[in-house]
T-cell receptor, first 116, second 113 residues
Framework: NAGVMQNPRHLVRRRGQEARLRCSPMKGHSHVYWYRQLPEEGLKFMVYLQKENIIDESGMPKERFSAEFPKEGPSILRIQQVVRGDSAAYFC??????????????FGEGSRLTVL | AQSVTQPDIHITVSEGASLELRCNYSYGATPYLFWYVQSPGQGLQLLLKYFSGDTLVQGIKGFEAEFKRSQSSFNLRKPSVHWSDAAEYFCAVGAKGSYIPTFGRGTSLIVHP
């Protein structure tokens, strides 16, 4: 059973470009989370999604950031017009329905975004 | 809302020595508690979890943690540290009915030979 798959693992963008990060949850998991990790900081929650629905986006900046989890295909975290401050590791995690209300998460290896 | 404090940013131990990483949480009811480990350049791996029952929980890689309600703590322990244990350790707390766990800042473990 494959784990949470994220791609790309590394992404370099110039200021003003768009970044798209993809996440395929573990098989059978319908809950997806995105976290951001900055150097010397912990994990900051961004958004929580279920299939075709954003459940909680309280941690995501209101501008330039968006997320989706379509019926078919991976979850996408999209950052428009990137700035240097967006440079970070972005982690996706998933959870099965029977454990989603406990907070137990299964993490991917992350996508590391560098903005030049 | 729940919160987590990991008071130690860095911990240095010698290989073979015992280890204890501290975690304090704030939550009004019985929390769900987790410890994750992150090796450099990798994602987070679950070490152990506490939902209910026995307050001493065993995890992978020889780690254990003890839930102490009176102290609002969930400290991680290992009797003998190996060089491969050098990593970042995160404590997290979940709440019944809340789907979003809160993570501590993390503790970086350095192991000296």
């Amino acid at each position: 059973n494959a784990g949470v798959m994220q791609n790309p693992r590394h992404l370099v963008r110039r200021r003003g470009q768009e970044a798209r990060l993809r996440c395929s949850p573990m098989k059978g998991h319908s809950h997806v989370y995105w976290y951001r990790q900055l150097p010397e900081e912990g994990l900051k929650f961004m958004v929580y999604l279920q299939k075709e629905n954003i459940i909680d986006e309280s941690g995501m900046p209101k501008e330039r950031f968006s997320a989706e989890f379509p019926k078919e295909g991976p979850s996408i975290l999209r950052i428009q017009q990137v700035v240097r401050g967006d440079s970070a590791a972005y982690f996706c995690a998933s959870s099965p329905s029977d454990r989603a209300n406990t907070g137990e998460l299964f993490f991917g290896e992350g996508s590391r975004l560098t903005v030049l | 809302a729940q919160s987590v404090t990991q008071p130690d940013i860095h911990i240095t131990v010698s290989e073979g020595a015992s280890l204890e990483l501290r975690c304090n949480y704030s939550y009004g009811a019985t929390p769900y508690l987790f410890w994750y480990v992150q090796s450099p350049g990798q994602g987070l791996q679950l070490l152990l979890k506490y939902f209910s029952g026995d307050t001493l929980v065993q995890g992978i890689k020889g780690f254990e943690a003890e839930f102490k309600r009176s102290q609002s703590s969930f400290n991680l322990r290992k009797p003998s540290v190996h060089w491969s244990d050098a990593a970042e350790y995160f404590c997290a707390v979940g709440a019944k009915g809340s789907y979003i766990p809160t993570f501590g800042r993390g503790t970086s473990l350095i192991v000296h030979p």
